[in-house]
């Protein structure tokens, strides 16, 4: 069936430095992709998505890439903000005949000052 | 427009009792979920349903059940509750056709004691 893969957390990183969040998954067919990211004390809120191979998702300096060759879709961002300090969930849509939606675990990153 | 509207949003309960969460959506789509997060488990699927009439399980069905009213609303019910139903679940619904984005509720936060 299909799932999701997320790098475990928590993720610990200085104020502007290089992030990335790895995520795989298993899917056949084309399944839409997101990242979803949820501040404390809230719900989930989309970050970006990607609908097909080779697009690019993009939102508050953070992108993610929908690689079909390597099924993945890894989240980065350049210069992180201690704003940034959430949990962050990779997820897709199902392709399977079903009409499911599959997050993964969710990591944590925390940015310091 | 409220989108998703989850009732209540705090709920204890003692091992044994019964409850049922509310949802309702306004954005008019056919397909409604109930998520249950855990920590360490990120978003697990309880059970789905892709149209009025209809539901299916999800990954965690056990201990639940629901009810389709209509295509506005989806109730999650907890027949006899346990200690490991203690949690915080949400509704979801997509915004415009399967495949985009999920729109949250903002959470059920439930004990059981």
């Known amino acids: 069936g299909n799932s999701v893969t997320q790098m475990e957390g928590p993720v610990t990183l200085s104020e502007e430095a290089f992030l990335t969040i790895n995520c795989t998954y298993t899917?056949?067919?084309?399944?839409?992709l997101f990242w979803y990211v949820q501040y404390p004390g809230e719900g989930l809120q989309l970050l970006l998505k990607?609908?097909?191979?080779?697009d690019k998702g993009s939102n508050k300096g953070f992108e993610a890439t929908y690689r079909k060759e390597t099924t993945s879709f890894h989240l980065e961002k350049g210069s992180v903000q201690v704003s940034d300090s959430a949990v962050y969930f990779c997820?897709?849509?199902?392709?399977?005949?079903?009409?499911?939606?599959?997050f993964g675990t969710g990591t944590r990153l925390k940015v310091l000052a | 427009n409220a989108g998703v509207t989850q009732t209540p949003k705090f709920q204890v309960l003692k091992t044994g009792q019964s409850m049922t969460l509310q949802c309702a959506q306004d954005?008019?789509?056919?397909?409604m979920y109930w998520y249950r997060q855990d920590p360490g488990m990120g978003l697990r699927l309880i059970y789905y349903?892709?149209?009025?009439?209809?539901?299916d399980k999800g990954e965690v069905p056990n201990g639940y059940n629901v009810s389709r009213l209509n295509k506005r609303e989806f109730s999650l019910r907890l027949e006899s509750a346990a200690p490991s139903q203690t949690s915080v679940y949400f509704c979801?619904?997509?915004?415009?056709?399967?495949?985009?984005?999920?729109?949250f509720g903002s959470g059920t936060q439930l004990s059981v004691l």
């Open positions: 990607a609908t097909k191979a080779d």
């Open positions: 954005m008019n789509h056919n397909s």
């Open positions: 349903s892709a149209s009025e009439g209809t539901t």
């Open positions: 979801a619904t997509p915004g415009r056709s399967y495949g985009e984005k999920l729109f």
């Open positions: 997820a897709l849509s199902s392709t399977s005949g079903t009409y499911k939606y599959i």
């Open positions: 899917a056949t067919g084309y399944p839409s």
